[in-house]
């Protein structure tokens, strides 16, 4: 790991996004460049990018890392350039979606997230909010693009679920929200225990 192999990253990613023009993003999925190993990249479980021990501090560098991220179908994440692929860690998901706002009411309802690095998600049928549980703790997440999701931050999470509201499918009652027509279930209601409602 060197500095020079931070640099070539760097340039990279600039050449990448200045070819994709400023209101796109790079077209990471068409390239398929040769693996250039690890160089120590990773990205911590409150979203925080690191080369080696040091993290990386420069918002704007952050940005243009995130715009070449790819995880490809090994589930592992690369920052990928039309001629190099660099393997990062990633403790938990890539992104946090650190704001959200709301549009409408009900079934027409409309839930739009922005990312710690600047992506603008608005949850529905392409873009799924879902749910993973360790044990009785759920974490939320929102699907971002490509293979790309991002952890619901907690303050955000409360919020979400002050909109939560209960609708039948199949005959069970689902505690969970509406955005864009999609109805994304957090729970079974008669799996919430006597104190829910």
Same mark, same amino acid.
């Given at each position: 790991?060197?500095?020079?192999?931070?640099?070539?990253?760097?340039?990279?990613?600039?050449?990448?996004?200045?070819?994709a023009?400023?209101?796109?993003?790079?077209?990471?999925?068409?390239?398929?460049?040769?693996?250039?190993?690890?160089?120590?990249?990773?990205?911590?479980?409150?979203?925080?990018?690191?080369?080696?021990?040091?993290?990386?501090?420069?918002?704007?560098?952050?940005?243009l890392?995130?715009?070449?991220?790819?995880?490809?179908?090994?589930?592992?994440?690369?920052l990928?350039?039309? =001629?190099?692929?660099?393997? @990062?860690?990633?403790?938990?998901?890539? +992104?946090?979606?650190?704001?959200? %706002?709301v549009? *409408?009411?009900?079934?027409?309802?409309?839930?739009?997230?922005?990312?710690?690095?600047?992506?603008?998600?608005?949850?529905?049928?392409?873009?799924?909010?879902?749910?993973?549980?360790?044990?009785?703790?759920?974490?939320?997440?929102?699907?971002?693009?490509?293979?790309?999701?991002?952890?619901?931050?907690?303050?955000?999470?409360?919020?979400?679920?002050?909109?939560?509201?209960?609708?039948?499918?199949?005959? =069970?009652?689902?505690?969970? @929200?509406?955005?864009d027509?999609?109805? +994304?279930?957090?729970?079974?209601? %008669?799996?919430? *225990?006597?104190?829910?409602?």
């Amino acid at each position: 790991m060197t500095e020079n192999s931070l640099q070539n990253v760097i340039k990279g990613a600039e050449k990448a996004s200045n070819s994709a023009g400023a209101e796109s993003l790079p077209p990471v999925d068409d390239w398929n460049p040769p693996y250039c190993g690890d160089i120590g990249m990773r990205i911590t479980r409150d979203g925080t990018w690191f080369y080696g021990d040091s993290a990386i501090g420069r918002e704007k560098l952050v940005r243009l890392f995130s715009t070449i991220l790819r995880r490809d179908e090994d589930e592992c994440y690369y920052l990928v350039t039309p =001629v190099e692929k660099i393997l @990062v860690t990633v403790e938990d998901a890539p +992104f946090i979606a650190t704001q959200m %706002d709301v549009t *409408g009411d009900g079934e027409t309802q409309k839930i739009t997230f922005i990312t710690n690095v600047g992506d603008v998600c608005a949850a529905g049928q392409d873009l799924p909010i879902y749910f993973e549980f360790e044990g009785e703790q759920p974490s939320p997440y929102v699907h971002v693009r490509g293979r790309l999701r991002a952890k619901i931050a907690r303050p955000v999470f409360y919020r979400l679920v002050d909109l939560a509201v209960t609708h039948q499918q199949d005959g =069970v009652d689902y505690l969970g @929200v509406w955005s864009d027509g999609v109805f +994304f279930s957090l729970s079974r209601v %008669d799996k919430l *225990g006597p104190d829910y409602g």
